[in-house]
């Protein structure tokens, strides 16, 4: 698998899921150069690290995934962002992408469609 060399960020409260979208990241050839807990440690990673995308949690303690978006792209508009999330209906989706979301990976994910999200979220296919 070629390295794509996109730094990615994830920020996601559940370990778990955080593990697995890591692993799937990494096998799809992509840099996991951070993760948070929550949007506030999210945020200062993002400023830290620069990432070129963000797999980003919608609910979350301290800052939740819809604010922490508002503010990443305010701060940080050339930074692409996943929403991570178990949301699936129409006006929820509609609503993150209206937010400027680049995309959604839906709770319980499938590793491929994963790959495939960040991989149009990134412009690395049509």
Request: glycine share 8%; proline share 3%; net charge positive.
């Amino acid at each position: 698998m070629k390295n794509r060399n996109k730094k990615t960020v994830i920020v996601e409260d559940n370990e778990i899921i955080r593990i697995a979208l890591r692993a799937v990241l990494r096998q799809g050839g992509f840099e996991v150069v951070g993760e948070a807990r929550d949007g506030e440690a999210g945020m200062a990673l993002i400023e830290r690290l620069k990432p070129d995308l963000v797999c980003l949690d919608v609910v979350m303690p301290k800052l939740g995934g819809l604010d922490a978006l508002a503010k990443i792209r305010a701060e940080f508009p050339e930074v692409r962002v996943l929403m991570v999330t178990g949301q699936t209906d129409r006006e929820s989706v509609q609503h993150m992408i209206r937010q400027g979301a680049h995309g959604i990976v839906v709770k319980p994910f499938n590793a491929a469609r994963v790959i495939e999200t960040v991989e149009r979220a990134l412009g690395l296919v049509s």
